[in-house]
C-alpha cells in the first residue's frame, strides 16, 4: 500500500489516504519520494479549477526521489538513483510528436496527476521514460520545482532558439520567474524583471535581472516601447496585454507560461504591423528536462524554496495560496 495525502472533495483539506497501485509495470518504476515541490498547477487541480480533477485527489508532480523497484523492461535506470519526475508520468512512444522527440506535445501523455496518485505520499510510480536522472552536483533538497516550473521557463529557450544576445523580460517574479531570471542570464540575455512589487525589486537584481520595471507606473511600461526581442508571462491573472506588446521589438514574441483563463483581448492590427508573435508552451520533453539539469548544474543554478514536512502539507498548501512563499514551496519526506 502507498501512503499519501488525498483531498477528498474540491478544495477540501489534505488527509491521510492509503491505496493499493497493483502490479508495477513492465516498463515502470516506482520512486521512494524524499522531496515533491508544490506548484500553482497542484492547487488549481486541488480546486478542479480546469475540470479534469478526479477525487480522492492526491497532489504532487515535482519529484525528487530514488529508485525503489522497476519493471523487468527498464534497462537505463538503477535500484537507489535519484531521479526526478514532473508533469508527464507516461507517454504514448508511439504518435508522431512522441517519435519526433517532443514527448511533450504527446497527443495521448498521462500526467502525473491527472487521473492518477503524485508525489504527496511515500512512493509514486512512472514510465520510466518519463523519469529522469538527477545529476549529482544539484541539490536535491530544492531540484524538485526544476521538473515543473524549471523546464516551463527553460523549455523556450530551447524551442525558439533564443540567441544569447537577446533582450528578455520576465513577468511575473514569483515561482516561475525567479528561476527564469537565472536561466536567462546564464543564457547571456539582457533581462528585465517586470513586477508589481517594489519589495522584489532588489531580489530580482540579485537573481539576475540587469533592469527592474514597475508594472504598475504606466509610465515605465511605455519608457520600454520597442525594446524587447521576448516577454515570458508567468502570471495567472489578466493584464494589459496590448500595453506589452507595445514594449516588443518588430518581430518580438509575447510568450505564455502562466495561464489567465480570461481572454487576451489582443488588438490584431499591432501584431500585423510589428510582426509580432503570441505564443505559449508547456513543460519539455525528457530530453529537453535533461539539458535544462545539465545546464543548471554548469551554472549553479537552483530554486529558492521553503521547507516543510509532508504531514505539514495544509500549512504549505495555505503558504503557497498566501502568496508570500519565497519562491516555491517543497514538501520533505524524509
Not at 487521473?115 to 529522469?132: K, Y
Not at 516551463?152 to 528578455?168: G, I, Y
Request: net charge negative; with cysteine.
Amino acid at each position: 500500500m502507498i501512503k499519501a495525502y488525498a483531498a477528498l472533495e474540491p478544495g477540501a483539506q489534505l488527509q491521510p489516504f492509503e491505496y493499493d497501485p497493483g502490479p508495477l509495470g513492465d516498463h515502470d518504476v516506482e520512486i521512494s519520494i524524499e522531496y515533491c515541490g508544490i506548484c500553482h498547477s497542484d492547487l488549481s487541480m486541488l480546486h478542479n479549477a480546469w475540470g479534469i480533477t478526479q477525487y480522492p485527489f492526491v497532489p504532487g508532480h515535482e519529484v525528487i526521489g530514488t529508485i525503489a523497484a522497476k519493471g523487468a523492461h527498464v534497462p537505463n535506470l538503477s535500484l537507489g538513483q535519484r531521479v526526478g519526475l514532473g508533469w508527464h508520468s507516461s507517454y504514448c512512444m508511439t504518435c508522431h510528436s512522441c517519435m519526433s522527440g517532443d514527448h511533450n506535445l504527446c497527443i495521448q501523455p498521462e500526467a502525473t496527476i491527472v487521473g492518477r496518485h503524485g508525489g504527496f505520499a511515500d512512493t509514486v510510480r512512472a514510465n520510466a521514460a518519463s523519469v529522469v536522472v538527477l545529476p549529482d552536483s544539484l541539490n536535491a533538497q530544492s531540484a524538485g520545482p526544476l521538473f515543473c516550473g524549471g523546464i516551463t521557463v527553460f523549455n523556450p529557450l530551447l524551442q525558439f532558439n533564443v540567441p544569447s544576445t537577446a533582450k528578455v523580460a520576465v513577468i511575473g517574479i514569483g515561482g516561475l520567474g525567479h528561476i527564469a531570471l537565472q536561466f536567462l542570464r546564464a543564457w547571456g540575455c539582457r533581462v528585465t524583471a517586470f513586477t508589481s512589487s517594489n519589495d522584489k525589486k532588489q531580489e530580482a537584481l540579485a537573481m539576475g535581472a540587469h533592469n527592474v520595471l514597475d508594472t504598475r507606473n504606466p509610465g515605465e511600461l511605455a519608457a520600454a516601447t520597442g525594446q524587447f526581442d521576448l516577454i515570458l508571462t508567468t502570471v495567472n491573472v489578466a493584464l494589459d496585454w496590448n500595453a506589452y506588446i507595445a514594449t516588443l521589438r518588430p518581430k518580438g514574441r509575447l510568450h505564455f507560461l502562466g495561464v489567465p483563463l480570461e481572454p487576451l483581448g489582443i488588438n490584431v492590427f499591432p501584431l500585423i504591423s510589428g510582426q509580432y508573435s503570441v505564443s505559449g508552451s508547456p513543460v519539455g520533453s525528457p530530453a529537453s528536462i535533461e539539458t535544462m539539469l545539465q545546464f543548471a548544474a554548469q551554472h549553479q543554478i537552483e530554486p529558492i524554496v521553503e521547507i516543510f514536512h509532508l504531514d505539514q502539507v495544509n500549512d504549505a498548501l495555505a503558504r503557497l495560496t498566501s502568496g508570500h512563499a519565497k519562491y516555491r514551496v517543497v514538501l520533505c519526506n524524509r
